[in-house]
């Protein structure tokens, strides 16, 4: 049981927008950078977004972040079948002894 | 361009061991903390272990500490990751990953599969 709380699993149709949920606590998300990541079938994790809200090279602006308090949000507008894929959040924790936590991650569906 | 490649997967039994290795290029390896991340079947990310530059920070998850062993050879540009013990809980594709921040991993290997079943 992760201390990032993820919904396990959202739909919606192509070319519709898609919000993803990421719920912590101080210790985490309320005090530290969120980063967000695409695993799609069969392939290694990628990361979309850093730093609560900048994306990497390459990755299109269809993928946005946001943080606000002890939770944080990955956007998807536009969507793809491309985009099905499991979505995952990160961030510090300063309760646990090493730090690094992962969300249970979300599996997104697109109809 | 960055490049990582994890090699050393297989099927071992309970309490056998199994060393995993990343091959790294395309970037200044010497000057980047590095970690291990795995995914099991059926759940999700898990963060197992990460080493500094020099090798003098060296940090587990409980669920692999007294039991793995990271390491590096910045003269190679590779990581490692020494797997004793080993445990049914264990098997998971294994990637490597640079950290672009303390909690944050901005390129992956391949991935490794390691399957502990007797």
């Known amino acids: 049981q992760s201390v990032l709380t993820q919904p396990p699993s959202v739909s919606a149709a192509p070319g519709q927008k898609v919000t993803i949920s990421c719920s912590g606590s101080?210790?985490?998300?309320?005090?530290?950078?969120v980063s967000w990541y695409q695993q799609l079938p069969e392939t290694a994790p990628k990361l979309l977004i850093y730093?609560?809200?900048k994306r990497p090279s390459g990755i299109p602006d269809r993928f946005s972040g946001s943080k606000s308090g002890t939770s944080a949000t990955l956007g998807i507008t536009g969507l793809q079948t491309g985009d099905e894929a499991d979505y995952y959040c990160g961030t510090w924790d300063s309760s646990l002894s090493a730090g690094r936590v992962f969300g249970g991650g979300t599996k997104l569906t697109v109809l | 361009e960055v490049q990582l490649v994890d090699s050393g997967g297989g099927l071992v039994k309970p309490g056998e061991s199994l060393r995993l290795s990343c091959a790294a290029s395309g970037f200044p390896f010497i000057s980047y903390t590095m970690n291990w991340v795995r995914r099991a079947p059926g759940k999700g990310l898990e963060w197992v272990s990460s080493?500094?530059?020099?090798?003098?920070?060296?940090y587990y998850a409980d669920s692999v500490k007294g039991r793995f062993i990271i390491s590096r050879d910045n003269a190679k540009n590779s990581l490692y990751l020494q797997m004793n013990s080993l445990r049914a809980e264990d098997t998971a594709v294994y990637y490597c990953?640079?950290?672009?921040?303390?909690?944050?991993?901005?390129?992956w290997g391949q991935g490794t599969l390691v399957t502990v079943s007797s």
């Open positions: 990953a640079r950290a672009y921040s303390s909690s944050c991993f901005d390129y």
């Open positions: 730093d609560n809200n």
């Open positions: 080493i500094d530059s020099s090798s003098t920070y060296i």
């Open positions: 101080n210790s985490n998300i309320g005090n530290n950078y």
